[in-house]
């Protein structure tokens, strides 16, 4: 089964770290450029980051300093390391994936929505001030 599942949500207070954890199965991971997208209630789905099968990284202006991505190819793991957290960083976080590099890039980079492989199913992060 082509999956996507996300763990490592939950409560923490405004400068607080947090780090998400994206497991892949049922595709084959190096072929494929992952990303972290989150959702406010109200507001559209943000891509934050995104790292390609060459370990290319980036980043969407909202996150850029505070969250790393980083992946473990052998455990087929996409990680966010979240810190300095900010009560508007509240949202549910979802890894997505696809084997256009150049269509998740464009997501997080300029905000052009994509219909993509894979998702998860989200994990919810609430940081309170």
């Known amino acids: 089964e082509v999956q996507l599942v996300e763990s490592g949500g939950g409560l923490v207070q405004a400068g607080g770290s947090l780090r998400l954890s994206c497991v892949a199965s049922?595709?084959?991971?190096?072929?494929?450029?992952i990303g972290w997208f989150r959702q406010a209630p109200g507001k559209e789905r943000e891509g934050i980051s995104c790292i390609s099968s060459d370990g290319s990284t980036y980043y969407s202006d909202s996150v850029k300093g505070r969250f790393t991505i980083s992946s473990d190819n052998a455990k087929k793991t996409v990680y966010l390391q979240m810190n300095s957290l900010k009560p508007e960083d509240t949202a549910v976080y979802s890894c997505?994936?696809?084997?256009?590099?150049?269509?998740?890039?464009?997501?997080?980079?300029?905000?052009?929505?994509?219909?993509?492989?894979?998702w998860g199913q989200g994990t919810l992060v609430t940081v309170s001030s």
């Open positions: 049922g595709f084959n991971f190096d072929d494929y450029t």
């Open positions: 997505g994936a696809d084997p256009s590099r150049s269509t998740v890039r464009r997501w997080v980079l300029f905000g052009h929505h994509a219909n993509l492989d894979v």
